[in-house]
């Protein structure tokens, strides 16, 4: 009885930390990080550009998640295929983008926060590795691009 308690508190934990995935939730922290400012309303154009890319290659390049979900419409195709991993594209964007902007140690926080998405997409079986890099990657890609944009 106490160990499934335990083991309840800590998925419902991992699945708090994968939140800080979600679209929504980043815009808050970006707006709570930032304040309502161009820059904050930058990102967040940005990063509705990694849903966009993300999604086009779940749909495009369709993979089944480690445990498979029924793809009943093209929006659930969106959410049900596996690579890449949109909740880890959207987070490393964003983190990347406020560990740019932050000085040490803020940034620091942000770097930990990325990893722990990414980690915890895996640990709730949603992705494979290759899934999770590649939202790593895609990331990445529209960070650079924000950056040399943004200067």
Known sequence: ???????????STIRDFTSLGNPLILFVITLSALGLSLKSIVIFIFSVGVMLLSGSIKLILYKDRPFKEERTSFLRGMNTGSFPSMHTANATFVFLALISIFPFPKNLLYMILLVI???TRL??????IIDVIAGYFIGMLIFVFWFLVSG
Request: proline letters at 0%.
């Open 1 to 11: 009885m106490k160990l499934e308690i335990i083991k309840d508190a800590w998925e």
């Open 117 to 119: 998405v990414g980690l």
């Open 123 to 128: 640990v709730l079986k949603k992705h494979f």
